[in-house]
C-alpha cells in the first residue's frame, strides 16, 4: 500500500446524548395518532386557510395539547423525551397534510433543543416548561438581509453594558418571529458569534424589537416568516446561551442545531413527496384516456416508478441521518445529504404530479399546486443545497482525507 492510504477519520466529539432512544411501538403509536388526526383535521381545512394565508390557529392549539411542542424535550422539562426517529415521523405526517404545520414547530424545536444542549442549569428550567406547552413559541433569528448562506458575516451586534446587552440590527427570515415568545438570536459580540435567548412577548413590537415586514411567500403559507428590527434592545447578561461561558460560541451551537433543522426539511421533504406520490399513483389508475387508466401508458408509469424510488430512498436517508444524530449526537454529512437528497425529490415528485395530473393539477381544486408551490423551499432552506453539497464535500473529503 503507497504511503498515501484512504483512512476514515474518527467521529468529532458527540455532543450529550440528551434523550434516550425510544420504543419503536411509541414511535408508531405517536405517529398513528398525528396521521389520523391530519387526515381528520388538517386535509379538509389546509387548503383554504393556506389560500387565505390564514394563520391555523385552532389547529396550533390541537398540537399544543398533542404536546407536539415537546417531542424531543426530556420529560424533566415536561416534554414528551421522545427521539429524533419519533420527530421525524411526526414531521412527516404534519407536511403530508400541509407543509406549514411542520414550519411551526421547526424552529422552536432547534431552540428548545439549542437550551437542551447547551443551556445553563437556570435557563433549561425556566424557559422548557413554558415551551413544551407551546405557551412559548420558540424562532431562530440567524439570517439578516444581508448573510443568508454566508453565516459568519452577520452584522447584528450585541454591545455589554454593565449586566446586560444591547442588540442592535436587523434579522430577516423570521420565521414565526411575531408569534413568538423566544428568539434564539445570533449576534456579533466583541469575542465573535454568541447566541441569546431573547424573550419577548408575541406581537409586532416590544422593547427595541419590532417587525418591520411580513414577507410574502410563494408557499409555505398561513405562518409568517418576518424582518425584525432591533433598536438598543436591552437583554440580560443572563440571556446568553449557556451563560457566561456561551458568549462567543453561538455560532457552533447554532450550526449543530442546524442539523436537527435540517432533518426537519429532509422529513417535510419526505411528506409532500409521499402527498404528492399517492395523489398520483391513485389519480393515474382512475384517469382514462384512449381507452385506457393514464397508469398504462408506460410514459406515466416510469414516472410513478421513479417518484416511488426516491420517495423510499428520500425517507431511509432521512432517517439514516435522525438515528446517527440520536445516537452521536452528530450527524453534519448526513443530515445535509438527506436534506439534498429529500427536497430534490420531493421538487421532482411535486413537478411529476403536476405533470401526471395535467390540467386539474394546475387549479385550485387539488392541492398538487400547493405540493408543486411549497416543495422549492426545501432546496433553500436551512441552508441551500449549494451550500449543503459544500458541507457534505468537505465533511467526506475530511473523512477519507489520504493519510501523509
Ligand atoms: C420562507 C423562508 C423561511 C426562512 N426562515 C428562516 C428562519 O426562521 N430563520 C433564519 O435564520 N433564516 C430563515 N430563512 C433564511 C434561509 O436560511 C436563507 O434564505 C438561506 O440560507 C439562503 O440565504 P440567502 O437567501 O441569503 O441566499 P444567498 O446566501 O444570497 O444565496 C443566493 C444563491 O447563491 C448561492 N450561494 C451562496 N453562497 C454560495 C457558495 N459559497 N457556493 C455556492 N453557492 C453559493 C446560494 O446557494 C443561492 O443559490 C428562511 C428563508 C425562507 C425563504
Not at 143 to 148: F, K, M, Q, R
Amino acid at each position: 500500500m503507497s504511503a498515501k492510504s484512504i483512512s476514515t477519520v474518527t467521529a468529532p466529539v458527540p455532543a450529550p446524548v440528551t434523550v434516550p432512544v425510544t420504543d419503536p411501538e411509541i414511535r408508531a403509536e405517536l405517529q398513528a395518532l398525528v396521521r389520523r388526526w391530519v387526515e381528520r383535521e388538517v386535509m379538509p381545512v389546509a387548503s383554504a386557510l393556506e389560500h387565505a394565508d390564514e394563520y391555523p390557529e385552532a389547529l396550533v392549539e390541537q398540537m399544543k395539547e398533542m404536546g407536539l411542542f415537546g417531542i424531543t424535550v426530556p420529560e424533566e422539562y415536561g416534554g414528551l423525551g421522545l427521539d429524533l426517529l419519533a420527530y421525524i415521523a411526526v414531521i412527516e405526517e404534519l407536511a403530508a397534510g400541509w407543509m406549514s404545520l411542520s414550519g411551526v414547530i421547526n424552529t422552536h424545536h432547534i431552540a428548545a433543543g439549542l437550551l437542551v444542549a447547551h443551556g445553563t442549569d437556570e435557563q433549561r428550567s425556566t424557559l422548557l416548561p413554558r415551551m413544551v406547552t407551546g405557551e412559548m413559541r420558540g424562532c431562530l433569528s440567524l439570517s439578516e438581509p444581508d448573510a443568508g448562506s454566508d453565516t459568519r458575516n452577520i452584522s447584528c451586534r450585541a454591545v455589554r453594558d454593565g449586566d446586560e446587552y444591547v442588540i442592535t440590527g436587523t434579522k430577516a427570515w423570521v420565521t414565526n418571529g411575531e408569534r413568538a415568545g423566544l428568539v434564539a438570536l445570533a449576534a456579533r459580540t466583541e469575542e465573535g458569534i454568541t447566541c441569546f435567548m431573547v424573550e419577548k412577548d408575541p406581537g409586532a413590537t416590544f422593547g427595541g424589537i419590532s417587525v418591520s415586514k411580513s414577507i410574502g411567500k410563494l408557499g409555505y403559507k398561513g405562518l409568517e416568516t418576518v424582518e425584525m428590527v432591533y433598536d438598543a434592545h436591552r437583554v440580560p447578561a443572563s440571556a446568553v446561551l449557556g451563560g457566561d461561558e456561551g458568549v462567543g460560541k453561538g455560532l457552533a451551537a447554532i450550526l449543530s442545531g442546524l442539523e436537527v433543522g435540517r432533518i426537519n426539511i429532509a422529513a417535510r421533504a419526505v411528506g409532500v413527496a409521499r402527498a404528492a406520490f399517492e395523489a398520483s399513483i391513485k389519480y393515474a389508475q382512475q384517469r382514462q384516456t384512449f381507452g385506457q387508466p393514464i397508469a398504462a401508458h408506460q410514459a406515466i408509469a416510469h414516472k410513478l416508478a421513479d417518484m416511488g424510488t426516491q420517495l423510499l430512498a428520500a425517507r431511509l436517508l432521512t432517517e439514516h441521518a435522525a438515528r446517527l444524530r440520536a445516537e452521536t449526537g452528530r450527524a453534519e454529512v448526513e443530515a445535509g445529504m438527506a436534506k439534498l437528497f429529500a427536497s430534490e425529490a420531493a421538487l421532482d415528485i411535486a413537478t411529476e404530479a403536476m405533470r401526471i395530473h395535467g390540467g386539474v393539477g394546475y387549479t385550485t381544486e387539488l392541492p398538487i399546486e400547493r405540493y408543486f408551490r411549497d416543495a422549492p423551499l426545501m432546496i433553500i432552506g436551512e441552508g441551500t443545497n449549494e451550500i449543503q453539497r459544500t458541507v457534505i464535500a468537505r465533511g467526506l473529503l475530511k473523512r477519507y482525507a489520504l493519510e501523509e
